[in-house]
């Protein structure tokens, strides 16, 4: 095969990955403008390394060393500064500008190149590569920012393991081309250097990369607007306002009563505002207590009916408004129409499960039809797709017309989710 066929072969893939990769990135709507012109900008170098090592390799041994000099030159001047451009990921750049200085003495002292051999040269007479005594400059330099690097993404994602996983690979990839270099240039030739293969493909990890973190921020959005929505629709109009009525007229009957109610009402709003900042799971005993402030105001409004509890066990977590909505359901749809009305909460451990069942002697209803319904029962599929997404649960239930309806709530034990 001819050197030009040879370098063909090498060149042109990597150049057409990045081709399509930069298209994709122009049209990309979701990668913030800072990141999208890093990105293309370190395409860009890296498609002129691509050209660089190809002039490199189809020059060897010819009598151009000029032109070889000032290719190697821009070679040796552009592999840190592509390093340095990755640091934008990581904070926008701003630890980048002692790394910047570090770009520019590097690049400054092969420069020298031009009328000095104290960083590389070529033989004037068999036109070999000669490496100076401050030859290895570029590979220490990169090795720096590497590091720098290495440890800016240790201590930007600290606390977000997953987060990292992405840089850590791509600076992998860098550092193993670099010591392929190092250690196998004078063993083989080939038209493109592991480095600037280990950047192309790097290039394409970030791509990855920020649309992993685009799509987890669009999910914390999701799940914020879900809490807001979920808060909102458990603070029911009609509920405020029988409440307030409530208290208005045990203010004139019975002030202490009055005065009891107003303070669990207030305790029941905070609690729902609370939700709002919770978007991990919460002890069971908070959603306990939250479920008897809410059940202790209905009693009060409606004598009719009672909520009884038998807890047994308590010791676990589970998404914020789960239970509650089962109760409020409950005593809405189901027994506040009963001449007694009795809504039972209890909690057991049952194999690798805790288990929360809420069970009344109300109307019941059709659970297919409740399954599509839009408005009266939206809180059983809000708790159940809650239930299931963040901590793999999953809701059981069972409802006999004229009967009653039982709910189950199954939350995976902590230790054998792990």
Not at 126 to 146: E, N, S
């Amino acid at each position: 095969m001819t050197t030009l066929g040879t370098v063909a072969i090498s060149a042109v893939p990597f150049t057409l990955l990045l081709i399509g990769l930069g298209l994709t990135v122009l049209t990309d709507t979701y990668i913030n403008r800072l990141h999208k012109k890093i990105l293309l900008l370190i395409m860009v170098l890296a498609a002129t390394l691509i050209a660089q090592n190809a002039a490199d390799y189809l020059l060897a041994y010819t009598p151009h060393t000029v032109l070889r000099t000032v290719a190697s030159i821009y070679g040796y001047s552009m592999r840190p500064a592509i390093i340095v451009l990755f640091y934008y990921f990581a904070d926008g750049g701003k630890k980048a500008v002692s790394a910047w200085c570090l770009v520019g003495l590097n690049a400054a002292l092969y420069l020298t190149a031009l009328f000095s051999p104290i960083t590389f040269s070529y033989s004037k007479s068999t036109y070999v590569f000669i490496r100076g005594p401050l030859g290895y400059t570029c590979h220490v330099v990169g090795a720096v920012l590497l590091i720098g690097l290495f440890l800016l993404v240790l201590y930007k994602y600290r606390n977000e393991k997953k987060d990292m996983i992405f840089p850590v690979v791509c600076i992998l990839f860098i550092s193993g081309g670099v010591l392929l270099d190092c250690l196998l240039l004078s063993q083989m030739s080939s038209p493109l250097s592991a480095l600037t293969i280990a950047v192309v493909i790097s290039c394409t990890f970030v791509y990855f990369w920020l649309h992993v973190q685009f799509v987890r921020r669009h999910e914390t959005a999701l799940m914020a607007e879900q809490r807001i929505k979920i808060m909102v629709s458990q603070i029911q109009p009609h509920f405020l306002y029988n409440t307030i009525a409530t208290f208005c007229t045990l203010c004139r009957s019975d002030p202490d009563k009055a005065a009891e109610v107003a303070e669990k009402f207030g305790q029941y709003l905070r609690q729902n505002l609370d939700t709002l900042d919770t978007a991990d799971l919460i002890p069971f005993e908070k959603e306990l207590e939250h479920t008897r402030v809410y059940a202790d105001i209905e009693m009060v409004r409606f004598e009719n009916v009672r909520v009884t509890y038998d807890i047994a066990d308590k010791n676990f977590s589970l998404p914020a408004l789960t239970v509650q909505p089962m109760v409020e359901n409950a005593i809405r749809h189901g027994v506040r129409i009963r001449k007694e009305g009795l809504v039972r909460v209890s909690s057991r451990l049952a194999g690798n499960y805790h288990e929360i069942v809420i069970e009344d002697n109300g109307i019941g209803f059709d659970i297919e039809k409740a399954e599509t319904a839009d408005g009266t029962h939206i809180g059983i599929r809000n708790v159940r797709e809650r239930i299931e997404r963040l901590c793999g649960g999953a809701m059981i239930l069972h409802s006999e017309p004229g009967t009653g309806t039982t709910v189950t709530l199954r939350i995976p034990r902590a230790e054998v989710k792990r």
